[in-house]
């Protein structure tokens, strides 16, 4: 069960109110509140702590006489109990004959009646040890129905219910559900009187108590922020006093599960089914960044102990397990108002580390170590450790206190994926930098901007630029294959042209017309009658490859214009494109696996080449039909 009993009445039913609520405190002591509106604190506003109150209870009961049936309050409350307990957010509601009344024609007649007949009044029996033993009675039945709920009741639940009663901000939430009991906070779900979601997080006993109020300030200023990859706080307050304070955040209900679950989930995919590829990634990545933009461009915030020194927004560790992904649309949502990632600010890293644990990960960044601060450049560390990890496919920083956390950079140079996404590795490696000079500085135009907020966010929108501007995972696989077999470098000249021969072997087995199409190009260009193909074949195949790889459907001018034109007047239709792109994979199939590349890796960069030549193929006969109709 949850929450306190609450009692219903009439307040010209306030003897008979008096002696209900003193047996149940009797029998409910320290383990359910009973609760009336004589418990409202003078100066409180008395309707909004009543609708509180009504909102927090887990059972009611109501005492019925004529004055509560015409009272349009005690209407009010009958029909939001009745409502309430039809939707099972209260676990029973009683009701007790006071007097004679019409209580069949009221929500009443589907409830739980306590007196037995139902039709016995309390004053139907003469005041003195009748009517009180009758009264004890109806009060033992309350009793009895709510002792055996009392001792399932979930510990957060029931901590958390009382604190929103307390507040205007909360009064009307229904705590629900324990998401979390940590070290620092008890979390919990509930529900607005629309059905709407809320989180509701409560500080409890942490190191925090000195920095309390800029805890609060911050988190409050975090109210201003709203992204989609934001878990958005709606209100911020403090229950209690002194010592006994308590921070109270409320917040949207974060959509998806947690980023490490599904860092687990996909590992146990098969290469081919994964979800976190490159483009994921690199999607992530940018909403991330978005997200710590935004942060970074909120005004710091004055504190006693900062001195000349504000408090400066920085998100900190980004740990997996705390940020919440939707795989269906991609979408990241990290919470800007977390303990661990404020108390990262202020301790010194094996502290930290310590206090945190390892099940949060050793997140620590590398100028801290060496005894310096932290400014926003110390965010993009962080990124670059989750993009290691999700490029990875694993979670690498949660080791035991007394193991040695992972040096990233080595990870990044033994990572498989490197070679093959080199722009973005590229990237990953200047966001794990360890000095944060070698990190992205900023537009300088933004750095020497008058605005505080937008200098502030210069380092991570260069971030961002970079990030939107890194090419697809197809582009990248097919220019790995480029490089690795088509022109290594490493080989020489020697080893491209024995990829041309043995290209152009395979395209004209396939298609014997189309050495008929060479051949007649040649002779029309007054070439000799040697073999095809000769050297200018060779370098319009990496002329013609290259084109694809640049190739951009509806830029202007475009990679393949000149190609195109060159092409449109030969009578090539689309069998002999499909016979280029056939003969051009199977060529590169055998000298990928001549280089020592798996069949996943092969198959995956053969549907990236074909992605790549989809749109050029559809471009080549679109020009070659506007020649014919011209």
Same mark, same amino acid.
């Given at each position: 069960m949850k929450g306190s009993l609450f009692i219903s009445y009439s307040h010209l039913d306030q003897p008979v109110m008096r002696r209900v609520k003193k047996h149940l405190e009797g029998m409910l002591l320290d383990r359910c509140e009973v609760w009336t509106d004589e418990d409202i604190a003078a100066g409180s506003n008395w309707q909004d702590t009543l609708r509180g109150q009504l909102r927090q209870a887990a059972a009611a009961v109501v005492l019925v006489s004529p004055d509560y049936l015409v009272s349009a309050w005690c209407r009010r409350e009958l029909a939001?109990?009745?409502?309430?307990?039809?939707?099972?957010?209260?676990?029973?509601?009683?009701?007790?004959?006071?007097?004679?009344?019409?209580?069949?024609?009221?929500?009443?007649?589907?409830?739980?009646?306590? =007196?037995?007949?139902?039709?016995?009044?309390?004053?139907?029996?003469?005041?003195?040890?009748?009517?009180?033993?009758?009264?004890?009675?109806?009060?033992?039945?309350?009793?009895?129905d709510l002792l055996p709920r009392l001792?399932?009741?979930?510990?957060?639940?029931?901590?958390?219910r009382p604190i929103l009663a307390r507040s205007s901000s909360g009064a009307l939430i229904t705590p629900i559900q324990a998401l979390d009991a940590g070290d620092f906070s008890?979390?919990?779900?509930?529900?607005?009187?629309?059905?709407?979601?809320?989180?509701?997080?409560?500080?409890?006993?942490?190191?925090?108590?000195?920095?309390?109020?800029?805890?609060?300030?911050?988190?409050?200023?975090?109210?201003?922020?709203?992204?989609?990859?934001?878990?958005?706080?709606?209100?911020?307050?403090?229950d209690g006093e002194s010592y006994e304070a308590r921070i109270v955040i409320l917040s949207e209900l974060a959509r998806g599960t947690p980023l490490a679950d599904e860092l687990r989930a996909d590992a146990t995919r098969a290469p081919a089914e994964r979800h976190f590829t490159a483009d994921t990634v690199r999607i992530v990545l940018r909403r991330v960044?978005?997200?710590?933009?935004?942060?970074?461009?909120?005004?710091?915030?004055?504190?006693?102990?900062?001195?000349?020194?504000?408090? =400066?927004?920085?998100?900190?560790?980004?740990?997996?397990?705390?940020?919440?992904?939707?795989?269906?649309?991609?979408r990241p949502q990290v919470s800007l108002v977390g303990v661990t990632n404020f108390l990262w600010h202020f301790f010194e890293p094996q502290t930290f580390r310590h206090i945190v644990g390892p099940k949060n990960g050793t997140y620590l960044l590398p100028e801290k170590l060496a005894g310096g601060e932290a400014d926003v450049r110390g965010?993009?560390?962080?990124?670059?450790?989750?993009?290691?990890?999700?490029?990875?496919?694993?979670?690498?920083?949660?080791?035991?206190?007394?193991?040695?956390?992972?040096?990233?950079?080595?990870?990044?140079?033994?990572?498989?994926?490197?070679?093959?996404?080199? =722009?973005?590795?590229?990237?990953?490696?200047?966001?794990?930098?360890?000095?944060?000079?070698?990190?992205?500085?900023?537009?300088?135009?933004?750095?020497?901007?008058?605005?505080?907020?937008?200098?502030?966010?210069?380092?991570?929108?260069?971030?961002?630029?970079?990030?939107?501007?890194?090419e697809s995972a197809d582009r990248a696989l097919a220019k790995y294959a480029y490089r690795r077999v088509v022109t290594p470098a490493w080989e020489g000249v020697a080893a491209s042209l024995a990829f041309s021969h043995a290209f152009y072997d395979a395209f004209f087995t396939r298609s014997p017309a189309s050495r008929e199409i060479f051949e007649r190009a040649r002779r029309a260009r007054g070439g000799s009658h040697g073999?095809?193909?000769?050297?200018?074949?060779?370098?319009?195949?990496?002329?013609?490859?290259?084109?694809?790889?640049?190739?951009?459907?509806?830029?202007?001018?475009?990679?393949?214009?000149?190609?195109?034109?060159?092409?449109?007047?030969?009578?090539?239709?689309?069998?002999?494109?499909?016979?280029?792109?056939?003969?051009?994979?199977?060529?590169?199939?055998?000298?990928?696996?001549?280089?020592?590349?798996?069949?996943?890796?092969?198959?995956?960069?053969?549907?990236?080449?074909?992605?790549?030549?989809?749109?050029?193929?559809?471009?080549?006969?679109?020009?070659?039909?506007?020649r014919t109709r011209g």
């Open positions: 939001a109990l009745a409502k309430a307990r039809h939707l099972n957010e209260l676990v029973a509601v009683h009701w007790i004959l006071v007097e004679p009344c019409g209580w069949q024609w009221s929500e009443l007649a589907d409830l739980q009646a306590v =007196q037995e007949p139902v039709t016995r009044a309390i004053s139907d029996l003469p005041e003195g040890p009748a009517r009180d033993a009758h009264l004890l009675r109806c009060c033992e039945v309350v009793a009895g001792k399932t009741e979930d510990p957060v639940v029931a901590a958390v008890i979390v919990c779900r509930g529900l607005y009187p629309n059905g709407d979601d809320v989180v509701i997080k409560v500080l409890t006993n942490t190191p925090l108590h000195r920095m309390r109020q800029l805890f609060f300030d911050v988190s409050r200023a975090c109210r201003e922020l709203n992204s989609p990859s934001i878990i958005r706080t709606t209100d911020v307050f403090i960044a978005e997200a710590l933009a935004l942060l970074h461009g909120l005004p710091p915030v004055p504190w006693d102990g900062g001195a000349d020194r504000p408090y =400066q927004h920085l998100m900190g560790p980004l740990v997996p397990g705390n940020i919440y992904y939707d795989a269906a649309t991609m965010d993009q560390y962080f990124l670059g450790l989750l993009a290691l990890e999700l490029l990875e496919g694993r979670t690498l920083f949660i080791v035991g206190e007394k193991e040695q956390p992972v040096d990233p950079l080595a990870v990044l140079a033994q990572a498989a994926w490197a070679p093959r996404h080199v =722009q973005l590795a590229r990237l990953v490696r200047r966001l794990l930098a360890p000095k944060p000079e070698d990190r992205f500085q900023g537009d300088p135009a933004e750095l020497a901007s008058a605005d505080a907020a937008q200098r502030a966010r210069a380092p991570m929108r260069e971030v961002l630029a970079h990030l939107r501007t890194l073999p095809v193909p000769d050297e200018t074949h060779h370098r319009k195949l990496l002329d013609g490859l290259k084109a694809v790889l640049n190739f951009a459907p509806g830029a202007e001018p475009s990679a393949i214009d000149s190609l195109a034109a060159s092409h449109a007047g030969f009578g090539l239709d689309a069998t002999h494109f499909a016979d280029f792109e056939a003969a051009f994979l199977t060529t590169l199939d055998q000298a990928l696996v001549a280089a020592g590349d798996s069949e996943s890796e092969r198959a995956e960069i053969a549907a990236a080449w074909r992605a790549l030549f989809a749109p050029v193929r559809a471009e080549m006969l679109a020009t070659a039909a506007r």
